[in-house]
């Protein structure tokens, strides 16, 4: 409703006026507008050199059209396959325990009444994310090497199990770093460590919201802390939990690019690897854009359909729309 | 529930007693987890370079040696990295904050005739986007950005994550301020300006740290656009390339050998000298965080309204 829309309802505004009358909203908008659709929906174009055999030089209306060539080829390697059911395994490991954790400690951040160390706990474990994935695997690298403090601790635990005759010989130290079943998990567990403070903010944001009320009802019908947690906390951050829950599901195949491309060994590569780190190896390192394309194409097309998938669910639900 | 209230009293008041101490225990220690690696690693950094190489070093330095940081900052790479690292952080930090400010304003107007259109085409960009290779081909190909300032600044002048963040902090203010600007004769773009920036301040301190804290930390950029040029890498790049070299030599599992053998003129070890740029890296972050945490925690609350 602009001023001259009430000033005068009779006058009828055809589109050039509207147009007119706000032309400093479109002349601030419209070139963010363009922009976005340079950088985000321009480069969709560069999927057709997924249906080529891509060469820089030919660029891309010369190169050879080769059909679905790169797909099969794909998901004939069994490198692929690996490298699909690392991104799964990964993805939902990242998921249950990201998710598992940070309520948790929401839950335990809740029930701290002085707000001066709830502030305390609360400082510290943001920290972490705002720390770049490079530093934190740099840190990574001194707390889980051969003598890092982790072995440290394991070596004591054992001596302490061998003194008392639990235990016959010392075993090898773990290398962490190089241990290509453990992968999985070290990087599920640095996620945690680096996001979980994080995590809690939005779960800690919907407890503030429950009733009060519902705490003291509860408390006189006689439940305890954790009767009261597990019927009144939990059921309170129930439809947040629901919405992240399917937003996340269209990130099944984001499990992560940095954590994985920089923490990737000979050793490990077989389990470490995902979808991105797999196109930046073939794309970018061997040049084989067509087949890194091809790859990434899948994966954005997998996101689509996940993500409308997960909304018609959740406006099945009767939540919000996602988009 | 009846059943449960005629219970004696006193079990549930020693539960209560004994919960918070608990509680309490358990958060602390996940304080000292969470603050132990970034200790270690300033102590490993401050250790001496052949002591660092045996390892178990814990929260202090067993040998305190100031070898890796003199040695790094003799280098010249580190000021000019620091210098890309910091310059681009506040050119893009400045830009960034501008666009995305502006088309917060605008699509936070109801009457503005493309909002619904532009608000869709935008939010799907935070679900949907091309991938690495065809955006890699557009920077480096197209727009040929490749090896310059200017790939760290164009493709980072706007984020709709923030765009949404701004723009839900301006429809709660009152409508009425925009519409009277309105009447008085300004225009739009004067009342953006004059009246709604100034009030915005708060959401724009939040929007501005995430934005800093997004550029300062990338390092991928450079890997991939500017690798070739030594000038332009930025710090959390050096020590990316430091990262690659020690995995390639614990690859050997023989890290200590193989580094005594190459490192035997100087006094520091790839250890000591990875250990002290990860704190430099980290410094401005680890330094004003404790300060401006609140506005982080207050951009994530109004973000998630619609998230």
Redesign the interface.
Known sequence: MTVNARILPKRKKSLWNIIVQQKWLIIMSVPVLLYVLLFNYAPMWGWITAFQDYKPKDGLMNSDWVGIKNFSWLFSRPEFLDVLRNTLAMSIINLVFGTVSAIVLAVLLNEVTKTGFKRVVQTVTYLPHFLSMVIVVSMAQNIFSSNGVINDFIGKIQDLLIKIGLMENKPMPVFWLGEKKIFWWLQGVINVWKEVGWGTIIYISAMTSIDPCLYEAASIDGAGRFKRILHVTLPGIKSTFVILLIMNIGHLLEAGFEIQYLMENSQVQDYSRTIDVFVMHYGISKMQYGIASAAGMFKSVVAIILLFGANFIASKLGEDSLI | ??A????PKRK?KK??LA??IV??I??CL??I??????I??IA?SLDDGYDAL?????VYPRKLSFEAYSNMLKDPAIYQAAHISGSKTIIITLLNLF?TS??A???S??????RKF?T??????M????????????IQ?VLKLGNSYAVYII?S??S?FNMIVIRTYICGLPEALV?SA??DGA???TA?FKIILPLCLPVLATVALFVA?GS?????DTK?YNGGKKDLHSL?YL??M??AT???S??A?Q?SVDALASQAQSKTTP?TV??A??VV??AP??II??FL?RY??TG??LG?VKG
């Open positions: 529930m009846t449960i209230s005629v219970k549930s539960r209560d919960f918070p509680n309490t358990i958060l996940i304080m987890i969470t603050l132990y690696p970034v270690n690693t490993y045996r390892g178990g070093i814990t666009f502006m088309l304003f605008a699509l107007r109801r009457e503005y005739i493309f532009i869709t085409v935008l939010v799907l960009t679900y949907v986007n091309a991938g690495l290779i065809p955006n890699y081909l557009l190909n493709p002048m706007f709709c519409e309105r009447i225009s739009d773009i953006f804290v300062w930390n990338s390092w991928f991939l959390q020590l990316n430091k990262l020690t995995n390639n614990s690859n599992a890290t250890i990875r250990c740029i990860t890296s980290a972050i680890l965080y404790p945490q982080f925690v994530m609350a998630s």
